[in-house]
């Protein structure tokens, strides 16, 4: 005969509770009983910790900043980097879109100045480059050179063979990068070349789009009369002249310096001093020869005089930008040899004089000195990488090397 079960019994007896011990003649002890902490209770779950690691708290405490990069909860788009790039060089402008430094890791009050030396520079139109081709279902595609033309914004990297746009990446904000064709032609580059001319025209979009916005910031930085800080001074059109006087002479004394190769600061430029440098002397005397020249200086503003140290460094950077530019339009898509020659300086630092030799119009041999670079390994494959970046930095492709 089968014993009947009741519901309490059956989950009395499957159940993990301790065994019932018969009451003794032993006094009772008192039992403070203690919660069992939640960690012991829960089981070790391999998923559990590959998905929810624990988190100690000495190393990352309360904010994961460590493994979440900081963002900005009003555009949902990574937060400016926490250290900026303070000082700016001529070497870190890139005519290469895929090589250069975005405009957001220099910091705001240096913006300025790179955005105008990548405008001085202008964009990159790989001329000479054999662009790369390739296989489209069962077409071969590629870069079409009339796009440069029939689109004035449109630049291409070599490097990674694709299309940038070079208003956008000096202007557009980080919070713009979501949009279509944005982080496209900033970023990553553009390499469908089948629906490539539909993808320019819908990247430019309408009157308010944010490329003919960043496009339109480009213009302004370009016409210094549309820039703010033009519209907050209230110059009048004879300061502006005298201003243009200043510059003019400062320039021409930095013009012939660099002609002649001599120094332009000197060891003590003070008013009372016997002699003043070069540049200042010469200034001096080109004040005592032309009247217009003098007043320009003599009446001029005191903080615009065109004549500190910096400016005479700007004066001679813009001067060898003008000189390269006009080696490079000469040059423009001919074969060419590089000839390295050592230039050692007085301070016994290893340099590298880089002339480029070329064949112009006329068929007649042409020398052209390019630039001098600091050689810091003086091995060939160290040769070899300052020379390929001198290449890079100017724009110069090394399909038309020759020798």
């Known amino acids: 005969m089968k014993r009947k079960r009741t519901m309490h019994s059956w989950f009395a007896s499957s159940s993990n509770t301790l ?19 939640i960690e012991n209770i829960i089981p070790d779950d391999p998923t559990n910790e590959s998905t929810n690691p624990s988190v100690d708290e000495s190393t990352n405490p309360t904010s994961n900043e460590r493994t979440n990069p900081p963002t900005d909860e009003s555009t949902n788009q990574p937060a400016p980097p926490t250290q900026y790039i303070l000082e700016f060089h001529p070497s870190q402008i890139f005519g290469d879109p895929a090589d250069r430094i975005p405009i957001e890791d220099y910091a705001p009050k240096i913006r300025s100045e790179v955005r105008r030396a ?40 070599v490097a990674k063979e694709a299309a940038f ?15 279509f064709g944005n982080d496209v032609f900033t ?23 944010y ?5 339109g910031s480009c213009d302004d930085f370009k016409n210094q009369r549309a820039n703010v800080a033009t519209k907050f001074r209230a110059h009048t059109k004879e300061s502006e002249i005298k201003y243009k006087i200043r510059l003019t002479a400062s320039l021409d004394c930095a013009r012939y310096l660099i002609a002649q190769g001599e120094a332009f600061r000197g060891h003590d430029e003070s008013s009372d001093s016997v002699n003043k440098g070069n540049f200042t002397e010469f200034l001096d005397w080109y004040k005592d ?10 009446n001029g503003q005191g903080n615009a005089l065109m004549i500190c140290s910096q400016i005479q460094k700007d004066l001679a950077t813009c001067c060898a930008l003008e000189v390269t530019k006009v080696i490079k339009n000469e040059l423009e898509d001919k074969n060419f040899v590089i000839l390295v020659h050592e230039a050692r300086d007085c301070s016994m630092k290893e340099q590298m004089a880089i002339i480029l030799r070329f064949l112009d119009d006329s ?26 970046y001198v290449s890079k930095y100017h724009g110069l492709s090394n399909n038309r090397l020759r020798g």
């Open 165 to 179: 746009c070079f208003p956008c990446f000096l202007f557009m904000k980080p919070s713009h990068a979501a949009t």
């Open 289 to 298: 020869k032309n009247k217009d020249v003098k007043d320009a200086f003599d």
């Open 187 to 209: 970023i990553d580059g553009y390499k469908r070349w089948k629906t490539a001319f539909a993808s320019f025209q819908k990247h430019v979009g309408g009157p308010s789009s």
């Open 363 to 388: 068929g007649e041999l042409q020398e052209r000195f390019l630039a001098i670079k600091h050689i810091t390994d003086c091995t060939s494959a160290g040769i070899k990488e300052a020379l390929f």
């Open 211 to 215: 490329h003919n916005i960043a496009r």
């Open 19 to 37: 065994p019932i011990v018969p009451e003794s003649n032993v006094a009772p002890i008192n039992v403070i009983v203690q919660p069992t902490p």
């Open 118 to 157: 990548y405008l001085l520079k202008e964009r990159n139109k790989a001329s000479g480059h054999k662009f790369e081709v390739t296989l489209d279902g069962k077409i071969w595609r590629s870069f079409q050179p009339q796009w440069l033309d029939r689109f004035v914004w449109l630049e291409y990297s």
